[in-house]
């Protein structure tokens, strides 16, 4: 199961670089949510991989990561995914304005000439 996840990191992230590299800023903006989305899986997978655990304490079991899931890794993902939305919106907006002041969505304003 890690080896999967970590895998999956990994080619979210490769593919977000690659994106990030590009010249046209759809491809940038799609690239920052891939790296976004790398990153949220990346923490999720720091409260452990435990399936079927429940995420609070029982009494009469140990308090630690072997028998419960961490529930603070949960919470800042889903704070992230929020603030992810809202930071994609927001570019999109600023990517609309500039393509309409340039005429052009080449990350520096302009066509390269060829």
Do not use: C, W
């Not at 799609?30 to 790296?35: E, P, S, Y």
């Not at 907006?93 to 080449?106: E, K």
């Amino acid at each position: 199961m890690e080896v999967v996840v970590a895998l999956a990191i990994g080619v979210i992230g490769g593919s977000g670089v690659y994106l990030l590299l590009r010249p046209r800023t759809f491809e940038v903006i799609m690239g920052l949510a891939l790296i976004s989305y790398a990153v949220n899986l990346f923490i999720f997978s720091m409260g452990s991989l435990a399936l079927g655990d429940e995420p609070i304490v029982k009494p009469g079991v140990a308090a630690d990561l072997a028998h419960y899931t961490d529930p603070i890794p949960q919470a800042l993902v889903l704070t992230a995914i929020v603030i992810g939305f809202a930071m994609t919106a927001l570019f999109l907006v600023v990517l609309l304005a500039s393509r309409g002041l340039t005429g052009s969505d080449h990350v520096d304003g302009a066509e390269p000439d060829r």
